[in-house]
Nanobody
Framework: QVQLVESGGGLVQAGGSMRLSCAAS????????MGWYRQAPGKQRELVAR???????NVADSVKGRFTISRDNAKNTVYLQMSSLKPEATAVYYC??????????????????WGQGTQVTVSS
């Protein structure tokens, strides 16, 4: 069973910085696309950033230039460095590990795991 454990959340003032970490158990990490998602109260979960097994990154436009995703395969850990935080960044942040493959003209999901989430609160 794969476990994803997030850490690093908490309370920060607007304009501050915070780094989230997600440690993965098992042997899937290096071949997974790792992502950070967030869900604010009353809103849908949204992608913040993701990084593929080949280190290609994708960052949401709303946080581009302020948030950076990175991974350390030796530590089975993915990071989300957040700077210039705004109150609208307040949400529960979730770590995700996914692997898809293409066969017969369509994509399939090999696995899709989620962490329990960590609360980030940005005060104004």
């Amino acid at each position: 069973q794969v476990q994803l454990v997030e850490s690093g959340g908490g309370l920060v003032q607007a304009g501050g910085s915070m780094r989230l970490s997600c440690a993965a158990s098992g042997s899937i990490f290096s071949r997974s696309t790792m992502g950070w998602y967030r869900q604010a109260p009353g809103k849908q979960r949204e992608l913040v950033a993701r990084i593929t097994s080949g280190d290609t990154t994708n960052v949401a436009d709303s946080v581009k230039g302020r948030f950076t995703i990175s991974r350390d395969n030796a530590k089975n850990t993915v990071y989300l460095q957040m700077s210039s935080l705004k109150p609208e960044a307040t949400a529960v942040y979730y770590c995700n590990a996914v692997k898809t493959y293409f066969r017969g003209g369509r994509y399939y999901t090999d696995y899709d795991y989620w962490g329990q989430g960590t609360q980030v609160t940005v005060s104004s």
